[in-house]
C-alpha cells in the first residue's frame, strides 16, 4: 500500500511542478530557480521523516529488519550519493540543449518528460539490481569492479565527454527523422506533408539515453548503501524530482563547480571499496553519511576558491598590463 501512495505523491508534485510552478511555460530565472532548489531539496529531506515512521510502523515489507533511525539514515545517504552523481548529468544536459539549440524557456518542459521516462526506466533498473545482489552473493563484486572502473574512467576521460555526446547526438539525428525547425513546445511536427521531430523530441531521446547510462553507475553505488527497494526508489525519485531545477540554478555556473568532479570520483571509490568489503567489512551509516557530505562540500569550497584565485590573477594581469601601457 506504501507504494501505491508513494506513487501518488510523486505524480502528485509533478502535477504541481508543472500544473503550478511552471503553468505559464516561462523561462526559469536564477533566483526562482533557486527557490525550487530549496523546495525540492526540504521535501526530499522531510520524506526522510516520513520513511522513520514508515519503519517505526512497520507499514512496509523489512527483510532486513532496518531500524527507523537506520532506514531514514540510510535514505539521506542514499539520496546524497544519487545527488551528487547527478552533477555531471547536468553537465551533459547543458551540452544536448547547447547542441540541439533548445531556447531555455522549453528546457524545463523537455526535462518534465524527461524525468516521467526515468521514473519507468529506473523502477525497472532498480528491481533488477536488488534481485541480483539479492539472488547472487558474488554480484557485490561486480557491481564494485564496475563503479571503481566507472570512477577512474570518469576521471581519466573527462575532456572526451563532449565528443562522446556529440557522436551520440549525431547518431540520434539520424535515426529519426528530424526537422531544423522548432514547433513551440511541440515535439512533432509537419513539413511538406511529412511527420518529423523537433529539436525537441531528439533532446529529449538523448536525456532518456544519458539518463539510462549514468543510471547504470548510480543504482550500484545506492545498492552498496542498502538493498532495500524503497530507499532506493524513494531516493532516487527525490533526487531525480530536484535535478530540473538544479540545472536551471547552477546553469550559468557549472564550470565554476570544475572540482566536484573530484568529489564524485572520491564518492564512486568509496562506494565500490564498500561493495567489494561487504562480506567482510561494514562500515557504519554515520561514516558514509560524513564521508558523502564532506566529499561534497570539499569539492564546492575548492572550485570556488581555485575560482577566486583565477578572477584575482586576471585582475592583476589586467592591473599591470594597463600600467605597462600608461608607461
Known amino acids: 500500500m506504501i507504494w501505491i501512495y508513494f506513487t501518488i505523491l510523486i505524480l502528485t508534485l509533478l502535477a504541481i511542478d508543472l500544473g503550478v510552478l511552471h503553468k505559464k511555460g516561462q523561462e526559469l530565472n536564477q533566483k526562482k530557480a533557486a527557490l525550487e532548489t530549496i523546495f525540492w531539496v526540504s521535501i526530499?529531506?522531510?520524506?526522510?521523516?516520513?520513511?522513520?515512521?514508515?519503519?517505526?510502523?512497520?507499514?512496509?515489507?523489512?527483510?532486513?529488519?532496518?531500524?527507523?533511525?537506520?532506514?531514514?539514515?540510510?535514505?539521506?545517504?542514499?539520496?546524497?550519493?544519487?545527488?551528487?552523481?547527478?552533477?555531471?548529468?547536468?553537465?551533459?544536459?547543458?551540452?544536448?540543449?547547447?547542441?540541439?539549440?533548445?531556447?531555455?524557456?522549453?528546457?524545463?518542459?523537455?526535462?518534465?518528460w524527461g524525468i516521467l521516462g526515468a521514473i519507468v526506466f529506473r523502477a525497472s533498473l532498480i528491481?533488477?539490481?536488488?534481485?541480483?545482489?539479492?539472488?547472487?552473493?558474488?554480484?557485490?563484486?561486480?557491481?564494485?569492479?564496475?563503479?571503481?572502473?566507472?570512477?577512474?574512467?570518469?576521471?581519466?576521460h573527462a575532456d572526451d565527454d563532449e565528443e562522446d555526446q556529440q557522436k551520440m547526438s549525431n547518431r540520434v539525428m539520424r535515426w529519426l527523422k528530424v526537422s531544423q525547425q522548432l514547433n513551440g513546445n511541440k515535439f512533432w511536427t509537419y513539413e511538406n506533408g511529412q511527420r518529423l521531430a523537433t529539436p525537441l523530441f531528439a533532446a529529449l531521446i538523448m536525456i532518456e539515453i544519458t539518463d539510462i547510462m549514468f543510471a547504470l553507475d548510480s543504482i550500484p553505488a545506492i545498492l552498496a548503501v542498502t538493498t532495500d527497494s524503497f530507499i532506493v526508489y524513494s531516493s532516487n525519485m527525490f533526487a531525480i524530482l530536484g535535478l530540473r531545477s538544479l540545472?536551471?540554478?547552477?546553469?550559468?555556473?557549472?564550470?565554476k563547480f570544475h572540482y566536484l568532479k573530484y568529489s564524485v570520483f572520491a564518492i564512486l571509490v568509496f562506494v565500490s571499496i564498500k561493495l567489494l568489503a561487504s562480506h567482510h567489512v561494514e562500515f557504519p551509516e554515520w561514516f558514509s553519511l560524513i564521508l558523502i557530505a564532506a566529499s561534497l562540500t570539499m569539492g564546492i569550497v575548492v572550485s570556488l576558491q581555485k575560482r577566486k584565485q583565477k578572477v584575482l590573477r586576471w585582475k592583476t594581469a589586467k592591473r599591470k598590463a594597463a600600467e605597462a601601457e600608461n608607461n
Open 44 to 112: 526530499a529531506f522531510l520524506f526522510s521523516l516520513a520513511v522513520y515512521w514508515i519503519y517505526k510502523e512497520g507499514l512496509i515489507d523489512n527483510p532486513r529488519h532496518l531500524t527507523p533511525g537506520g532506514a531514514m539514515v540510510k535514505y539521506i545517504t542514499g539520496y546524497l550519493i544519487e545527488l551528487s552523481l547527478s552533477v555531471d548529468n547536468l553537465f551533459v544536459i547543458a551540452f544536448i540543449f547547447t547542441s540541439f539549440k533548445i531556447p531555455a524557456k522549453y528546457q524545463h518542459w523537455v526535462l518534465f
Open 127 to 156: 528491481g533488477v539490481g536488488v534481485i541480483l545482489i539479492n539472488k547472487i552473493s558474488w554480484m557485490t563484486y561486480i557491481f564494485g569492479f564496475f563503479l571503481l572502473f566507472t570512477a577512474f574512467r570518469m576521471l581519466s
Open 247 to 255: 540545472y536551471f540554478f547552477l546553469a550559468h555556473m557549472l564550470r
